[in-house]
């Protein structure tokens, strides 16, 4: 049975997303608080996390930061605030999906399914990519530029580990959108192009793989 934190200050949310939770064969804790969301990460396992952003004592984001540092857990955060600003800082977190709220139990549940499908994939690779010096440990999520380890933010490697999965691929800025940011994501063009500037300026002479393809995307070839 796959487990289930749901963290939120708002006790009827919680409540509503438990009863879908366990509807749905989902084993659901509640926590009121990003402080109690931190320690119940540390004492138990989790498979999934709800996290709210506006919460007292320690905030949503917060939250995951500290937990991102135990243990690697997916997180769909819930939001009143649907912003792109928001949504970019946190997918920058390395959150993995992004709700404004109000929203439907059911699309949540959706949701938490498919984040779960993609996380269990991901960790089921078994794969390291060698370049020349560029080594891409995708199970290891460690990236090599000649030897030494490159610290990239947590949407840095998601780009580059589907770049390299799908090298030769002509891929356009919007595919890119959709299956690294998400599909409730409705970023532009500059939100791509921002991240693999930064990103060719962390693989420095091994920038040149990443190939711009005018007018329409990006291509890794090696």
């Known amino acids: 049975m796959k487990r289930m934190l749901i963290v939120d200050d708002e006790e009827m949310i919680r409540e509503v997303l438990r009863e879908y939770a366990?509807?749905?064969?989902?084993?659901?804790?509640?926590?009121?608080?990003?402080?109690?969301a931190v320690q119940m990460c540390r004492d138990n396992d989790y498979d999934i996390i709800l996290m709210d952003?506006?919460?007292?004592?320690?905030?949503?984001?917060?939250?995951?930061?500290?937990?991102?540092k135990i243990k690697d857990i997916p997180v769909i955060m819930l939001s009143a605030r649907g912003e792109e600003y928001d949504k970019l800082f946190g997918f920058e977190m390395g959150v993995?999906?992004?709700?404004?709220?109000?929203?439907?139990?059911?699309?949540?549940m959706a949701r938490v399914n498919a984040v779960l499908k993609r996380h269990t994939k991901?960790?089921?690779?078994?794969?390291?990519?060698?370049?020349?010096g560029l080594e891409?440990?995708?199970?290891?999520?460690?990236?090599?530029?000649?030897?030494?380890?490159v610290d990239l933010t947590p949407k840095e490697y998601e780009l580059l580990f589907y770049l390299v999965k799908n090298r030769g691929v002509a891929?356009?800025?919007?595919?890119?959108?959709?299956?690294?940011?998400?599909?409730?994501f409705f970023g532009d063009d500059r939100t791509v192009d921002t991240h693999i500037?930064?990103?060719?300026?962390?693989?420095?002479?091994?920038?040149?793989?990443?190939?711009t393809l005018r007018g329409m995307g990006y291509k890794f070839e090696a």
């Open 53 to 68: 952003i506006m919460m007292p004592k320690l905030d949503g984001y917060s939250a995951v930061k500290e937990i991102k």
């Open 96 to 108: 993995d999906d992004y709700v404004v709220k109000p929203f439907s139990p059911k699309e949540i």
């Open 197 to 211: 500037k930064m990103l060719r300026s962390n693989l420095k002479q091994y920038r040149k793989y990443v190939i």
């Open 136 to 149: 891409v440990d995708i199970t290891g999520r460690n990236v090599y530029v000649d030897g030494q380890k």
């Open 122 to 132: 991901k960790q089921t690779e078994n794969v390291v990519y060698k370049f020349d």
């Open 171 to 184: 891929l356009s800025r919007e595919k890119l959108l959709s299956d690294v940011w998400g599909f409730d």
């Open 22 to 36: 366990e509807y749905e064969g989902y084993e659901a804790s509640e926590a009121e608080n990003g402080r109690d």
